[in-house]
């Protein structure tokens, strides 16, 4: 499965966070032959609309899709020149398909900053050098191998060029990710900056760890967005984060209304971090079960189907498909069949997100 790793400098709240996601782990009825590690959390993408097809189907119980992050501590300055935890950290962090990097955004005088104060914009920096180095020493190495290559034929001119494209970017300060549009306008083959394996060619997500303060600051909110775009950004505390995990549901919901936020930081990051990773879910509805299941973005309906069952995929014959929306206001798939509104789709056809499906196969 597909991994978030999270990082960030000493004592900017990733344990905490982290805790609190492994808290929260989806749980383990659901998925008995996982193996529980300790630096894995997966946990529930939150779905509303599963309890509704449950209500619906009369379903015994929901799936949900789930989303996995990897703890991953020890960044530090230096980390790319490989002191202490540095390798071994780069080498976690080349594992993981997205980043998910902790700031650290609250006040509290009895939590030590590693630099001696809190400035979310210079620790991004720090991190990210790290991680710019890292790239360039892969790149200082990978450059004068694929030139040889090229000139051998046995590489892509291609590659060379995206590896150049991409040195040229870190140079600067910017990482691939940041610099993913420019480097797309300049044509650069986005497989081929992928096969470079970059750790900045990840896609990035920036969880700002603040306080009630910071929940509330628009404009620090607005200029940290600013900052890290494209990449999404999700304010949160996780002190409270971690707190409210431990809550029965009713309790959590009145601490969470009366601390004013519409929904916990963590369904935000489950979700955001989803997306980030090209995640999208179909939906199938019975009286067993309610369940989402994950498939990437783009794929066709015999893919989807190979989620289920790989023989599914192999036998594809057609898919009934109802759009979520169409089967609530229907109230149930023979009414949503009558009114016109089960579509027969084929193998070309391209899942779009909150499909309720029912696949035809031949074993
Ligand atoms: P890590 O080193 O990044 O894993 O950081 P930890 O999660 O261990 O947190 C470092 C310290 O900061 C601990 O004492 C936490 O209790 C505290 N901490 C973490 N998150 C918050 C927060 O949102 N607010 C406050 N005030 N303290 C926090």
Redo the contacts with the bound molecule.
């Keep these: 499965a597909l991994t978030i790793g999270i990082v960030?400098?000493?004592?900017?709240?990733?344990?905490?966070?982290?805790?609190a996601l492994t808290r929260n782990q989806v749980l383990a009825a659901n998925y008995p032959f996982a193996t529980i590690e300790p630096n894995l959390g997966i946990v529930a993408l939150p779905d509303p609309r599963l309890q509704t097809l449950a209500d619906l189907f009369g379903s015994e119980r929901i799936v949900p899709a789930t989303v996995s992050f990897v703890?991953i501590?020890g960044i530090v300055r230096g980390a790319s020149e490989g002191e202490g935890l540095g390798n071994k950290f780069l080498a976690n962090i080349r594992e993981a398909d997205a980043i998910c990097q902790?700031v650290?955004a609250?006040?509290?005088d009895?939590?030590?900053h590693v630099t001696g104060r809190v400035d979310p914009a210079d620790d991004i920096e720090t991190v990210n050098t790290e991680l710019i180095l890292a790239d360039l020493q892969t790149l200082e190495r990978a450059i004068p191998r694929l030139e040889k290559e090229v000139r051998g034929k046995k590489t892509d001119a291609a590659v060379l060029a995206a590896a150049q494209a991409a040195n040229a970017v870190l140079e600067e300060g910017v990482t691939v990710f940041a610099a993913r549009e420019r480097l797309a306008k300049q044509g650069v083959d986005a497989t081929a900056l992928r096969d470079l394996q970059l750790l900045t060619a990840k896609p990035f997500i920036f969880v700002f760890?603040?306080?009630d303060a910071g929940l509330a600051d628009v404009d620090m909110q607005a200029r940290m967005r600013a900052l890290v775009a494209p990449a999404d950004a999700i304010f949160?505390?996780?002190?409270?984060?971690?707190e409210l995990v431990e809550l029965d549901p009713d309790d959590a919901a009145e601490m969470l209304a009366d601390s004013g936020q519409s929904e916990p930081g963590l369904d935000q990051l489950a979700r955001v971090g989803f997306h980030t990773l090209g995640l999208q879910t179909y939906l199938t509805a019975g009286p067993k079960e309610a369940r989402a299941w994950t498939i990437k973005q783009g794929w066709t309906a015999p893919q989807a189907a190979g989620v289920i069952h790989t023989d599914f995929e192999r036998g594809f014959i057609k898919a009934e498909v109802i759009s979520f929306a169409d089967l609530v206001e229907a109230g149930s798939i023979a009414a949503a069949r009558s009114a016109g509104k089960a579509r027969i789709e084929g193998k070309d056809y391209v899942m779009a997100d909150g499909d309720v499906v029912e696949f035809r196969f031949n074993v």
Excluded at 13 to 19: D, E, H, I, P
Excluded at 236 to 242: I, R
């Design positions: 960030g400098l000493p004592n900017v709240g990733k344990s905490t966070l982290f805790n703890d501590a902790v650290r609250f006040a509290d009895d939590v030590v760890n603040t306080d949160l505390d996780a002190k409270f984060e971690s």
